[in-house]
């Protein structure tokens, strides 16, 4: 069973930076594609970032391009997610999520971390 943990939420100012971590347990976090998604209040869960198993490749959302950066580290299984000049749209809960290679949708979940940004 594929485990994810988020940590790293919190209130910021607008224009701060927060880091968000995500540990996942389990031997085979190196074959799977990693994303993170939020979900504002009110609003549908949504795509925010993910990076390929070896880091050769990373997406990103629109809305966060050029302020947001996703890597891993395959020897600590976690993935990171720096997320630089704040706005106060960017508050949500955001989670983790994990895809096996070569399939499409994400069948594993974190419970969710808590980001706040002040105007």
């Known amino acids: 069973q594929v485990q994810l943990v988020e940590s790293g939420g919190g209130l910021v100012q607008a224009g701060g930076s927060l880091r968000l971590s995500c540990a996942v347990s389990?031997?085979?976090?190196?074959?799977?594609?990693m994303g993170w998604f939020r979900q504002a209040p009110g609003k549908e869960r949504e795509f925010v970032s993910s990076?390929?198993?070896?880091?050769?490749?990373?997406d990103y959302a629109d809305s966060v391009k050029d302020r947001f950066t996703i890597s891993r580290d395959n020897a600590k299984n976690t993935v990171y997610l720096q997320m630089n000049s704040l706005k106060p749209d960017d508050t949500a809960v955001y989670y983790c999520?994990?895809?096996?290679?070569?399939?499409?949708?994400?069948?594993?979940w974190g419970q969710g971390t808590q980001v706040t940004v002040s105007s």
């Open positions: 999520a994990a895809r096996p290679v070569g399939v499409v949708r994400y069948p594993y």
């Open positions: 389990g031997r085979t976090f190196s074959r799977y594609t």
């Open positions: 990076v390929s198993w070896n880091s050769g490749s990373t």
